[in-house]
């Protein structure tokens, strides 16, 4: 098991992904219009890859540990029923996601704020999501969903049943989130929306 450094643009926030090895997480690019607007109502859009792609490494919050810049972690959400979208206040990096509640051992870690160097540990890629919301060109070929749905639910079990169900850096044991989410309204999520 290994712990891989992490950190937004501009090095404020920063942790480490701990505990890593084969079974702490799957890394998969999603390439959802979600996903997309999210970097986009950012600024971030030069994050994404050539096709709007986001890498992520899905794993629990267990495996992420903040070390610094924490204050300047904030987190977005483009409707009052979306996904938690942390990111860096400080340079507008997108982070990780979590679910809106904290009943599942959930987060996804943007890949991005890993060094390429540093990435060998989280594995190969093994699916690649909504594929439909690809930008232009060939289609992007769709595969391993299933398989990162029920690897989400057993690292779920895994971590309620070996004591490392904390939803800490994201939320308190009482389940209030460490941030209050700011709501994009339809007018803003409209304007960040890829075609
Ligand atoms: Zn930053
Ligand atoms: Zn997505």
Not at 19 to 42: E, F
Not at 74 to 98: D, E, H, I, Q, V
Request: glycine share 10%.
């Amino acid at each position: 098991m290994v712990d891989i450094p992490f950190s937004c643009s501009c090095g404020t926030v920063k942790g480490h992904l701990v505990d890593i090895d084969r079974k702490a997480g799957s890394r998969i690019t999603c390439y959802c219009k979600d996903c997309q607007t999210a970097a986009r109502a950012l600024g971030r859009e030069e994050l994404l890859d050539d096709r709007g792609g986001s890498e992520l490494y899905q794993t629990t919050p267990a495996h992420i540990r903040l070390d610094a810049g924490e204050a300047d972690v904030a987190c977005l959400r483009l409707s009052p029923k979306g996904l938690m979208r942390w990111y860096a206040g400080c340079c507008n990096t997108p982070l990780f996601n979590t679910l809106a509640q904290n009943k599942l051992c959930f987060a996804g870690v943007l890949v991005h704020s890993v060094a390429p160097e540093a990435r060998a540990p989280l594995g190969p890629l093994i699916a690649q999501t909504f594929t439909k919301g690809a930008a232009g060109g060939v289609p992007v070929r769709q595969y391993g969903f299933a398989k990162t749905g029920l690897n989400i639910l057993r690292r779920h079990v895994r971590a309620k049943f070996g004591g490392r169900a904390a939803m800490a850096p994201f939320f308190d044991p009482d389940g209030t989130p460490m941030r209050q989410a700011r709501i994009l309204t339809l007018e803003e999520r409209n304007a960040a929306r890829p075609e």
